[in-house]
């Protein structure tokens, strides 16, 4: 991309922008290194879901297929499952145009008019004993989601058999499942989230400061701590579960964290809003609108993407092409995102 900068200036994030046809189907029965799972479920709105966009969901086809995928890491299996995808229009990338964007875009052949598609993958992980969620998708407050309750239930799973909850920062587009209907959705799950941004989303002072895209964060966000009395806020990295531990990547929001699955010699790292669509890894400046503190985000990437190429980490990104399953590497002086090998292995 070029590296011109020029900052955008502050989005207007109506539901308009985010509307689109839900296409799930097309990405199902995918195989991934050494277990796979395709279901066949039929996507639709969450039990209760009352904030999904009526004219969105008017217009979006019922989908055939509930996309899964499986790997096995040592003793875990991990399930990527998506609650579905929102187009972020193309000025929401600062750092570049809205042409420089859609350039990339073209290039890359997932040009769309409305934008870059962001698919919400979320990622159950499962030891034996332990059911753990990362993240639970935006439950239609954005663009065409609200797929997730059925694409745990392609696997066999309600809500309520979810043990714990991690998620990697307070925005929207995490934590809407959590609380859709305005009912705790995962009784019985603990949550874990990163001190910093319980602290933040839910001060009142911060939330009456907020521009108005922000405040469906803080709504959700207050409505977590109220309706979770299991609700952990953790600090810094640490062990969760065993072989389960938390990765402090901070700048997007105050408590962005990853997660980190490790056993036998093999690990993944779930990295959420540290990977977006078209502009990374190839850039590290380009941005996000909702980043709260660009320069930040920048400098983790800047130190995350080089390492991640340097020890050819396996990687999960919430917003990549499903399963979102991939790793950073350096081309010819250039850093680009190497989809998994979507093959069987002996």
Known sequence: MPSHQTDPAMPDLSRRAFASGLSLGILGGGVLPLVTSAGSATAAPA??????????????????????????????????????YADMPYTFFPGR????????????????????????NQYLIEDGTRRI??????????????????????????????????????????????????????????????RRDVTHWTDPAKRAGAPEYLQNSFRMSAAVAKLYPRLQAIDGEREVAPGISIVDLTGHTP??????????????????????????PQATDVGFV?????????????????????EGALI???????????????????????????????
């Open 47 to 84: 039990a209760g879901q009352t904030s999904a966009p009526a004219a969105a969901a008017a217009a979006a086809p019922a989908a055939s297929v509930t996309p899964l995928a499986q790997i096995r890491i040592g003793r875990f299996t991990v399930t990527a499952v998506t609650d579905g």
């Open 316 to 346: 999960a990104a919430t917003h990549m092409p499903f399963p979102g399953l991939g790793r950073i590497v350096a081309d010819r002086g250039q850093m680009r995102w190497q989809v998994t090998d979507w093959a069987w292995q002996s």
């Open 133 to 194: 969620l990362l993240d639970t998708g935006p439950a239609g407050s954005i663009g065409q989601t609200g797929a997730l309750p059925q694409a745990l239930g392609a696997i066999g799973l309600r809500r309520d058999q979810i043990d714990a909850v991690i998620v990697t920062h307070m925005h929207e587009d995490h934590l809407g499942g959590l609380v859709v209907g305005g009912q705790n959705n995962y009784p019985n799950a603990e949550l874990f989230i990163d």
């Open 255 to 280: 408590g962005h964290i990853g997660v980190r699955i490790a056993d036998a010699g093999q690990s993944l790292i779930m990295v959420s809003d540290m990977l977006f669509p078209v502009v990374h």
């Open 290 to 310: 909702f980043e709260q503190d660009r320069a930040a985000a920048q400098s983790m990437r800047d130190r995350f993407f080089s390492r991640a190429a340097s």
């Open 97 to 120: 145009t809205a042409a420089q964007v859609e350039q990339a875009a073209v290039a890359q052949f997932v040009a769309r008019p409305s934008g870059v598609r962001f698919v919400f």
